[in-house]
């Protein structure tokens, strides 16, 4: 019966009841929605590695882009135990260049972002089955070719098929096909032809990676042990999939601290909208609050009737919140990350914990903006309060 009159009482003040759950919504939304983006953010990086595939790099560097390795390493590499042999008894790795390329966007051209370019070997594909061209060819081993990944294509000038960007001036690259991987960070890479990378960054003779498919995730201890005993040349080696997680791993934190740091803020906004509208809800029923005490229901139903009232609110609010926030992964987000200094394509994804989090986030709003206006309406006098 209570319940059902305190429902009835939401309902009754539509008005400042949709106002309060509409400032729920907005914090559920916010702690959700950034919640999604960082699992979106981790899986997108991440998801570019294998854990069967090793990645080698220069000793004490970071990420990629910042490694240069001899060419004589890759002989070190494939002479290396546990590496995986194709058929004809050759090993399966390939030491690629990595660098930045500074485009302008298709819609604004005085707006440049900064791009992730790869030099690749002509066994990419086959080495990487994850990838797959959906638009155009592979390139040309020689020639000054590229692909785009989806992530990239059609959003900066000269990267869409039959269009082209110079990596150096004056030698222009084509671009022949699209390529897609599932949506991982990949899909934000341009891949070009190695020597032509390598002539244009002046990179020749080194590569800034090597990267090796292992007979299986077992053997990476005893492939690294023989590599990183010549202290000379100062390798370092990790499980691929490893890399990306370490590098994803920082921008993802921002997202998710940010996130909650801006709950935090609207978590206060909404406990004392909720405080206000609750406090005035009691002085507007006092007479109806002392007809109930006076036909004998106890100071705890009346407490219990006005908690479940702020928490059915917030709850109201929270669903809508996270209504909102699963139209997220109808968007794109583009992003600098942090460890590779590249924007990168993200998608917000659905994580059921950040979403029951959120909407018990939602929950102890209503609870701590509902218990102080519950306890005084639990206090009054019968008498006093219908004679007021």
Do not use: C
């Amino acid at each position: 019966m209570l319940l059902t009159y305190g429902l009835r009482s939401l309902w009754a003040r539509r008005t400042t009841t949709l106002a309060t759950a509409t400032g729920i919504s907005l914090l559920v939304f916010v702690l959700a929605a950034s919640g999604m983006l960082a699992s979106g953010m981790r899986e997108t990086v991440a998801s570019a590695g294998r854990p069967d595939y090793a990645l080698v790099l220069q000793q004490n560097q970071w990420a990629e882009h910042g490694s240069h390795l001899p060419r004589s390493v890759l002989g070190q590499v494939a002479s290396a135990p546990g590496i995986r042999r194709d058929a004809a008894g050759q090993p399966l790795l390939a030491g690629e260049t990595v660098s930045h390329l500074v485009l302008a966007t298709a819609r604004d051209a005085e707006r440049f972002s900064t791009l992730q370019i790869r030099g690749v070997t002509a066994n990419v594909l086959a080495l990487r089955p994850s990838v797959r061209l959906s638009a155009g060819r592979a390139i040309v081993p020689g020639t000054a070719e590229a692909i785009v990944g989806r992530g990239l294509a059609d959003r900066f000038e000269g990267l869409s098929i039959g269009g082209s960007f110079e990596l150096a001036a004056g030698r222009p690259i084509s671009v022949v096909g699209v390529f897609e991987s599932g949506g991982s960070a990949y899909e934000s890479e341009i891949w070009t032809d190695l020597d032509t990378a390598r002539s244009s960054l002046a990179m020749e003779g080194v590569v800034s990676s090597i990267t090796a498919q292992l007979e299986s995730e077992a053997v990476l201890d005893d492939f690294a042990a023989l590599l990183t005993q010549d202290k000379q040349t100062g390798l370092a080696v990790e499980r691929e999939s490893g890399y990306y997680s370490r590098i994803s791993g920082g921008a993802a934190d921002v997202i998710a601290i940010l996130g909650l740091a801006e709950a935090a803020i609207f978590s206060l906004g909404a406990i004392f909208g909720t405080m206000i509208v609750f406090y005035a809800s009691v002085t507007q029923r006092r007479h109806e609050i002392g007809v109930l005490r006076a036909l004998g229901f106890r100071r705890r139903s009346i407490l219990a009737t006005l908690l479940a009232e702020a928490v059915a609110l917030s709850l109201a609010g929270g669903a809508l919140g996270i209504a909102l926030a699963l139209l997220t992964p109808l968007l794109d987000f583009n992003m600098v990350n942090f460890a590779t200094a590249q924007e990168v394509a993200f998608h917000f994804k659905p994580d059921t914990t950040v979403l029951l989090l959120s909407l018990g986030l939602a929950s102890i709003v209503g609870l701590l903006g509902g218990a102080l206006p519950a306890l005084r309406a639990a206090r009054l006098q019968p008498v006093q309060a219908m004679r007021s």
